[in-house]
């Protein structure tokens, strides 16, 4: 019955992400941007390596970080999603020419093309940011993914533990509730077009 209310609930967001208006969403990109610029910058300090993980947009209705990526170029470690055939994600650190350095992968991922960029070594010094996609989230933080269960595996390392989590989404993406199962990992912040909520505490 649980997979069953994931499945439907994936299944009405697919319908409304596909069915957005191209020039609200132009103009909500860049405010989703803005929004998650000045979070990632409040939360962390200058005086430590900042790890940002970050996505590039793959599927009808995902917001663009185009310019957020650029932004946290300037000083900070970015790193995209690379999906292997087996299903298996792991995140690789890009530059300034990320851009044009993508390739179509496994699973509809858009990705850094094979031999660009560094591992991501979650063992390293500094502060990480994950900046989490989903199909909804919940005012509690809890996500729903696409069903592949690559981030929940992902966060799931005891080594981000101590990792800012931020999901981002547009606000019609937030619902009343997520049924969620015991390896779905919360967020700690939520970032949409209208603003930033923190869920650390389980509360709006």
Not at 55 to 60: A, G, L, R, Y
Request: aromatic share 8%.
């Amino acid at each position: 019955m649980l997979q069953q209310s994931k499945k439907e609930l994936r299944q009405e967001m697919k319908i409304v992400l596909s069915n957005l208006d191209k020039r609200w969403a132009l103009k909500a990109h860049s405010e989703v941007c803005e929004h998650l610029t000045g979070l990632v910058n409040a939360e962390t300090s200058t005086s430590l390596t900042r790890h940002v993980v970050a996505w590039v947009p793959c599927f009808p209705g995902e917001v663009d970080l185009t310019s957020f990526i650029g932004q946290m170029l300037r000083g900070s470690y970015v790193y995209l999603p690379r999906v292997a055939e087996t299903g298996v994600m792991s995140f690789v650190r890009v530059f300034d020419d990320w851009a044009q350095n993508l390739e179509p992968g496994a699973r509809g991922v858009v990705q850094p093309r094979r031999g660009y960029g560094e591992s991501f070594r979650p063992e390293d010094e500094g502060v990480i940011v994950v900046v989490t996609p989903g199909m909804a989230f919940d005012a509690t933080g809890k996500r729903l993914g696409r069903g592949g269960g690559h981030y929940d595996r992902f966060l799931g390392d005891p080594r981000l533990s101590r990792a800012i989590k931020i999901g981002v989404c547009w606000s019609l993406q937030i619902v009343p509730q997520i049924p969620v199962d015991n390896h779905d990992i919360a967020m700690d912040f939520l970032c949409h077009e209208r603003g930033v909520v923190q869920v650390r505490h389980g509360a709006l």
